[in-house]
Nanobody, 124 residues
């Protein structure tokens, strides 16, 4: 299984950035997908998640209204559109995949597979 995250980089506050995660080696449509982030010295935290089939989404309060998660099951891809990023959004962003289960989508321990991460730096 491989989750390849891309699209990170340097962006000015108030701009926009689009992260992509390409999945291979798994039946993508069977997996709920999520994005997490980790800033230096901090724990990995939940950003957004999307249901495997009905497209239901959930977001961390800190990004609600600014970030949008979407997926294309035909292309095995999940997207995180980051609009109006803030300097506090600076972190390494990881995509992750989980099968259905009792775990909450915000719980990083419920995810089975992780990508390698992509750095996002937001300048003020």
């Amino acid at each position: 299984v491989q989750l390849q995250a891309s699209g990170g980089g340097l962006v000015q506050a108030g701009g926009s950035l689009r992260l992509s995660c390409a999945a291979s080696g798994l039946r993508f449509r069977n997996y709920h997908m999520g994005w997490f982030r980790q800033a230096p010295g901090q724990e990995r935290s939940f950003v957004a998640a999307i249901h495997r089939s009905d497209g239901a989404t959930s977001y961390a309060d800190s990004v609600k209204g600014r970030f949008t998660i979407s997926r294309d099951n035909a292309k095995n891809t999940v997207i995180l559109q980051m609009n109006s990023p803030k300097p506090e959004d600076t972190a390494v962003y990881y995509c992750a995949a989980r099968l259905s289960g009792s775990a909450s989508p915000v719980d990083k321990n419920g995810y089975h597979f992780w990508g390698q991460g992509t750095q996002v730096t937001v300048s003020s």
